[in-house]
């Protein structure tokens, strides 16, 4: 229930109600049979969710939302070969608000797949602008939450976006994360075979940091498996994240999976992933996640210094 008092919450009967009214939903938020006291800060709280909700429904046709690409660099031949996909909402007033932030209310909403099927757009459009520009071609790998991998149209936007834009499937890729393929396993590997049989790639996010065990992998049709962050967070002090890393490097490429590590912040992370088979690294290290225009400029000026002749040769 919602207990408000007379007279901190409220003049009269209809304000305390509407207060207590307050209280009780977020009592019910703690699960049953708890009740909660009334605080200001709980309308606060409401309403700027309110605002939030209002704002990301008219974000997507104001074009505040932006995509972001962050390269990856391919740890034997030092090139970029890929880069992911990352979503961004310019708000007017509250100015960068961040994905963990508003992709959860747009899951909730139901915007997210509308959202999805522009971030997919945009991304296509974005790879084709690069390779028109003269750089090689890299593998665009675009985030998918749970409630789009649960979507009835979700294949048919993946083809009709590939159709329109002209980019070869094979230069697509899908991020899952690890979580949201467990939520249902079995359903997960038919929808997975269906995409890759459109002949996209397909990389499960996060991984390690989800219900799955190493033994899980063999049952998914995938082309990547991209090592959570905190492991290579944990790398220097913590001998289980190294041997996780290990395991998890071994299986992959016994599966004939790509192993991709994310969030690189030191050199000696990335010759640790390096020196032990890790084919991939994206991370602050390398570049943070920039603009389309960026991304183009950073992509040639990499491959720039690669065909420089080096000073000391
Ligand atoms: P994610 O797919 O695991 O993306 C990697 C996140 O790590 C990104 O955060 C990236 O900016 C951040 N990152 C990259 N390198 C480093 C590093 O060296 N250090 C640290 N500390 N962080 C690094 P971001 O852009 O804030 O995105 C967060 C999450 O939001 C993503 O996690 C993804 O799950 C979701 N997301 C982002 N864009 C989209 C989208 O277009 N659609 C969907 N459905 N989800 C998205
Ligand atoms: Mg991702
Ligand atoms: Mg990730």
Redesign the pocket.
Known sequence: GGVSIYPENGGDAEALLKNADTAMYHAKEKGRNTYRFYAAKMNAQSTEQLMLESALRRALERGELE??Y?PKLNLQTQRIVGV?????WHHPVLGMV???QF?PIAEELGL?VS??RW?LEQACADALAWQKHGLPQVLIS????PR?FESRTLVADVKAVLDASGLDPSLLEL?I?ESAMMANPEQAVELLRTIRDIGVGLAI??FGTGYSSLSHLKHFPLSTV?I??SFINDLSQDADARALIDGIVTLAHGLRMKVVA????TAAQLEFLRSHGCDEA????LC??VSAGEARDFMARHLRNQFAPSVLA
């Open positions: 995509m972001h962050q992911e996909a990352l979503m961004r961040p994905p963990v992709i997210i959202m999805g971030a675009v985030n998918l939450s789009q991020e994360t996010d996060d991209k959570d962050r994310e969030g690189i912040e994206q991370g602050y290290w943070k996640p």
